[in-house]
């Protein structure tokens, strides 16, 4: 007889996902177990240092809100910080950071280690056990069997993973990390719909023999920006440049001419790589004009010299790897610390998740992460918060939860998961979201906290400092709307500083904020415009919501509009063969897929506005 214990939520794998659906499960109060291979590789970034970035900040801002670890450890663990899109709207605006790797995995495992009601342990997961179709625990490598109500799976790319450089191939999770072989097998022989999928990653640099002589600086943003809506500025670390350099057509011939050596074009791999992060031997195939391609050289941390060269992964042989290296400005005698390489694992296909990412297959099974399919550290974070807040749930037999496609960035990407799936490594875009002028990093918490502190995610110090926030930023609205400036008292020339004219008539400072030219700090300089707020995520709010407001509320009377729709449940009994006037494709598309509402059933490929005018007569006449 093994040994045997019991918990209420078990989380298999410590990587993104599975780190922050432990945390959630254990801040709602659920006893807690997280098993992973490495309790050294807890919080690992297994590819980029660097966390944040256009679409995926807005992520990290959504976990933060919801009381996760990802946007305060970057905090602790960021070396350079900057703001992308600084230039255009709000809705686009992201924060970056550039992340030093042992800093970010200590904050991680800090974190982890000090968390009430989660217990960690280094141990392989080999098995399920399954009763009836309900999951009821958890075989390990050692034979020993954990129980519990609830399992989230996020073992990321290490399922039946394969590395792969050049002609040569191992098995491996990530370089220097074992697969999840028996695991793969035990999910295939579960019946669950798999693929393969690939990603790669680009050698590693010994920084000391670069010629920094030859390459750009970059340095970071000043004044330093911060991610947690809970952080501050003196938390960040010392701070350091990123540096530039670029392709050229010596290294493009060298990548054409090593082609018939690339696993990726010599069908090596079968696993789909995703688009919006193709390797070096992708971007001079698919791009073939192109005279050279931007290449980002990001130290790895404050100890240490290798830096990774963003922009250049790729699965060559080693020798060619060598040769477009020095074919670099600024790379003639780059030393390589770790050869690039491809990685091909299972993942499951989305489509056969609920929207709380629970298994359709198996009741109590979650899965998070890259296992669904997608890309990056902020993608699986955000849906391990999920999945371990709905495990939790599922303890407490309370209803799931997940935010809509207008309320949070996660809301879209598990929409588009589910009712879409994958067909390359998803990532997240803010073009993604058809509500982006609402769902802003800036606003995250204004949107979510509320909802995480009844979940039981969001503690004291954190609701306590909301709270305070919500009604700094409703006080200054209100003085704004009732402050007025005349044109008898404001001189010509101060209008003409700040306002670009002189006014005619009594205008509130609100309505002044309101003209494009016009901003907080600028408005406060006006004589008669009384004491500037000094908390700058405050005068952020109040300037953002105040210009936005017009396009803000016809985006809110467009979602009221689509609510009562989107929201009609379907019945997961329907058989679409049997609805009037659907053709074959869409009752086989309905039949394959199960939306579980008529919004979902209107976004999946193929299913045509007429197809949902069938549906509602169908639920009318209640089928
Ligand atoms: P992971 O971070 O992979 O964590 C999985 C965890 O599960 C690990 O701790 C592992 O030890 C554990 N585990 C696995 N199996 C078991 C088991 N049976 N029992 C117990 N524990 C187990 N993302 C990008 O955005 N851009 C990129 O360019 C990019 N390139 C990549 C290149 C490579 C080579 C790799 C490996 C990944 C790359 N990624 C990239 C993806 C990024 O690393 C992942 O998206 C992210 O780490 C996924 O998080 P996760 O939590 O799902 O899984």
Same mark, same amino acid.
């Given at each position: 007889?093994?040994?045997?214990?019991?918990?209420?939520?078990?989380?298999?794998?410590?990587?993104?996902?599975?780190?922050?659906?432990?945390?959630?499960?254990?801040?709602?109060?659920?006893?807690?177990?997280?098993?992973?291979?490495?309790?050294?590789?807890?919080?690992?970034?297994?590819?980029?240092?660097?966390?944040?970035?256009?679409?995926?900040?807005?992520?990290?801002?959504?976990?933060?809100?919801?009381?996760?670890?990802?946007?305060?450890?970057?905090?602790?663990?960021?070396?350079?910080?900057?703001?992308?899109?600084?230039?255009?709207?709000?809705?686009?605006?992201?924060?970056?950071?550039?992340?030093?790797?042992?800093?970010?995995?200590?904050?991680?495992?800090?974190?982890? #280690?000090?968390?009430?009601?989660?217990?960690?342990?280094?141990?392989?997961?080999?098995?399920?056990?399954?009763?009836?179709?309900?999951?009821?625990?958890?075989?390990?490598?050692?034979?020993?069997?954990?129980?519990?109500?609830?399992?989230?799976?996020?073992?990321?790319?290490?399922?039946?993973?394969?590395?792969?450089?050049?002609?040569?191939?191992?098995?491996?999770?990530?370089?220097?990390?074992?697969?999840?072989?028996?695991?793969?097998?035990?999910?295939?022989?579960?019946?669950?719909?798999?693929?393969?999928?690939?990603?790669?990653?680009?050698?590693?640099?010994?920084?000391?023999?670069?010629?920094?002589?030859?390459?750009?600086?970059?340095?970071?943003?000043?004044?330093?920006?911060?991610?947690?809506?809970?952080?501050?500025?003196?938390?960040?670390?010392?701070?350091?440049?990123?540096?530039?350099?670029?392709?050229?057509?010596?290294?493009?011939?060298?990548?054409?001419?090593?082609?018939?050596?690339?696993?990726?074009?010599?069908?090596?791999?079968?696993?789909?790589?995703?688009? @919006?992060?193709?390797? $070096?031997?992708?971007?001079?195939?698919?791009?073939?004009?192109?005279?050279?391609?931007?290449?980002?050289?990001?130290?790895?941390?404050?100890?240490?010299?290798?830096?990774?060269?963003?922009?250049?992964?790729?699965?060559?042989?080693?020798?060619?790897?060598?040769?477009?290296?020095?074919?670099?400005?600024?790379?003639?005698?780059?030393?390589?610390?770790?050869?690039?390489?491809?990685?091909?694992?299972?993942?499951?296909?989305?489509?056969?998740?609920?929207?709380?990412?629970?298994?359709?297959?198996?009741?109590?099974?979650?899965?998070?992460?890259?296992?669904?399919?997608?890309?990056? @550290?902020?993608?699986?974070?955000?849906?391990?918060?999920?999945?371990?807040?709905?495990?939790?749930?599922?303890?407490?037999?309370?209803?799931?939860?997940?935010?809509?496609?207008?309320?949070? @960035?996660?809301?879209?990407?598990?929409?588009?998961?589910?009712?879409?799936?994958?067909? #390359?490594?998803?990532?997240?875009?803010?073009?993604?979201?058809?509500?982006?002028?609402?769902?802003?990093?800036?606003?995250?918490?204004?949107?979510?906290?509320?909802?995480?502190?009844?979940?039981?995610?969001?503690?004291?110090?954190?609701? #306590?400092?909301?709270?305070?926030?919500?009604?700094?930023?409703?006080?200054?609205?209100?003085?704004?709307?009732?402050?007025?400036?005349?044109?008898?008292?404001?001189?010509?020339?101060?209008?003409?500083?700040?306002?670009?004219?002189? $006014?005619?008539?009594?205008?509130?400072?609100?309505?002044?904020?309101?003209?494009?030219?016009?901003?907080?700090?600028?408005?406060?300089?006006?004589?008669?415009?009384?004491?500037?707020?000094?908390?700058?995520?405050?005068? #952020?709010?109040?300037?953002?919501?105040?210009?936005?407001?017009?396009?803000?509320?016809?985006?809110?009377?467009?979602?009221?509009?689509?609510?009562?729709?989107?929201?009609?449940?379907?019945?997961?009994?329907?058989? @679409?063969?049997?609805?009037?006037?659907?053709?074959?494709?869409?009752?086989?598309?309905?039949?394959?897929?199960?939306?579980?509402?008529?919004?979902?059933?209107?976004?999946?490929?193929?299913?045509?506005?007429?197809?949902?005018?069938?549906?509602?007569?169908?639920?009318?006449?209640?089928?």
């Amino acid at each position: 007889m093994s040994y045997m214990e019991k918990f209420e939520i078990i989380v298999v794998g410590g990587g993104h996902a599975g780190t922050e659906a432990a945390l959630a499960a254990a801040r709602m109060g659920h006893r807690t177990l997280l098993l992973t291979h490495n309790l050294e590789t807890l919080g690992q970034m297994s590819c980029n240092p660097s966390i944040g970035g256009i679409g995926k900040s807005h992520l990290v801002k959504e976990i933060d809100a919801l009381g996760g670890a990802m946007g305060a450890a970057i905090d602790e663990a960021g070396i350079q910080f900057r703001i992308l899109n600084s230039s255009k709207g709000p809705a686009v605006r992201a924060t970056r950071a550039q992340a030093d790797r042992v800093l970010y995995r200590q904050a991680i495992r800090r974190r982890l #280690e000090n968390q009430p009601n989660l217990w960690i342990m280094q141990q392989g997961v080999d098995d399920f056990i399954i009763e009836g179709e309900r999951i009821a625990g958890v075989v390990t490598q050692l034979n020993i069997r954990f129980l519990a109500q609830a399992v989230v799976l996020t073992v990321g790319t290490f399922l039946a993973g394969l590395a792969h450089v050049g002609t040569r191939n191992f098995q491996a999770g990530r370089a220097g990390d074992p697969p999840a072989i028996r695991l793969a097998h035990r999910l295939r022989e579960m019946k669950l719909p798999v693929g393969r999928l690939k990603t790669g990653t680009p050698p590693r640099l010994d920084g000391r023999s670069m010629d920094y002589t030859a390459l750009l600086e970059q340095p970071g943003d000043t004044p330093l920006p911060v991610f947690s809506f809970m952080g501050r500025v003196s938390q960040h670390p010392r701070q350091l440049s990123c540096w530039i350099t670029h392709t050229n057509n010596e290294t493009h011939d060298i990548i054409r001419n090593g082609l018939d050596q690339s696993p990726l074009y010599t069908g090596l791999i079968e696993g789909i790589g995703p688009r @919006y992060c193709p390797s $070096i031997e992708d971007k001079v195939v698919r791009f073939a004009n192109r005279e050279s391609h931007s290449i980002f050289l990001e130290p790895e941390g404050l100890d240490t010299h290798e830096i990774y060269p963003n922009g250049i992964s790729t699965s060559l042989p080693y020798d060619i790897q060598v040769k477009l290296i020095h074919s670099i400005k600024g790379l003639e005698k780059a030393h390589i610390t770790r050869p690039g390489y491809a990685i091909e694992y299972d993942y499951f296909d989305p489509r056969k998740l609920k929207n709380s990412l629970e298994t359709r297959a198996i009741e109590g099974l979650f899965f998070a992460g890259q296992i669904n399919g997608t890309t990056g @550290y902020e993608e699986a974070a955000v849906q391990g918060l999920l999945a371990g807040v709905n495990a939790g749930l599922k303890v407490q037999q309370r209803e799931s939860w997940c935010p809509r496609r207008d309320e949070a @960035y996660l809301g879209v990407l598990v929409d588009d998961l589910i009712t879409r799936g994958v067909t #390359e490594p998803y990532r997240m875009f803010t073009s993604r979201a058809e509500y982006r002028l609402q769902l802003r990093e800036d606003n995250a918490d204004l949107r979510l906290t509320e909802l995480g502190r009844n979940l039981g995610l969001v503690d004291d110090v954190r609701w #306590e400092a909301f709270t305070t926030k919500q009604a700094a930023i409703r006080c200054e609205q209100e003085r704004l709307n009732t402050v007025r400036i005349s044109p008898h008292t404001l001189s010509e020339d101060a209008a003409i500083r700040v306002l670009g004219k002189t $006014i005619e008539r009594e205008y509130t400072l609100h309505d002044l904020l309101r003209r494009p030219d016009v901003t907080y700090a600028s408005l406060m300089s006006l004589p008669g415009a009384g004491n500037a707020v000094l908390d700058i995520q405050i005068a #952020e709010q109040v300037e953002v919501q105040a210009k936005y407001e017009g396009y803000i509320q016809r985006q809110q009377e467009e979602i009221r509009r689509q609510a009562h729709y989107e929201a009609t449940l379907l019945p997961q009994t329907i058989d @679409y063969r049997e609805v009037r006037g659907l053709s074959n494709e869409v009752q086989q598309k309905l039949n394959e897929h199960k939306p579980e509402t008529i919004g979902q059933a209107g976004r999946i490929s193929g299913i045509t506005p007429a197809a949902i005018s069938l549906l509602l007569v169908h639920l009318k006449r209640g089928f």
